[in-house]
């Protein structure tokens, strides 16, 4: 299970990586009001930079834009084998995140505390209700 990509611009940068990095996936933080470039976050200037201003640089994507967050309400999501040795697992629904295209993404926290999406799920369980 992995946590959905979103972010506040509703774009993301693709990179292929070269000899001394690999690829990757960057969110974009802004545009450039000269140019209309994407930036984002260049770690080791500590500043933003156009997208172009790398080498390998290949295209934008959408992401997700959050727009509401809201609780879990008891539903749980349910994998028939993502749990120990290929055993079902069953999280409880800490929240459901509604993207501005309208979509409810099922964020759930596992034993230790990590938070991922359920896009996963095989099934959801209602409240009140028990797997059929």
Same mark, same amino acid.
């Given at each position: &299970? ?11 940068? !693709? ?6 990095? !690999?690829?990757? &996936? ?71 995140? $509604? ?7 099922? $964020? ?16 959801? !369980? ?7």
């Amino acid at each position: &299970m992995q946590l959905r990509y979103f972010n506040q611009t509703g774009w993301t940068a !693709i990179f292929n990586g070269t000899e001394t990095e !690999i690829g990757r &996936m960057v969110r974009v933080e802004g545009w450039d009001p000269a140019t209309g470039t994407a930036l984002v976050v260049d770690p080791q200037r500590g500043a933003l930079r156009q997208v172009t201003d790398y080498v390998d640089f290949s295209h934008l994507e959408r992401a997700d834009q959050v727009v509401a967050a809201i609780p879990g309400g008891g539903w749980r999501a349910h994998w028939t084998d993502e749990g120990p040795g290929g055993s079902p697992l069953t999280e409880q629904v800490l929240a459901w995140l $509604i993207t501005s295209q309208g979509r409810a993404t099922a $964020i759930t926290v596992d034993a230790e505390g990590h938070v991922e999406d359920a896009d996963s799920a095989d099934a959801f !369980i209602p409240p009140g209700e028990e797997l059929q």
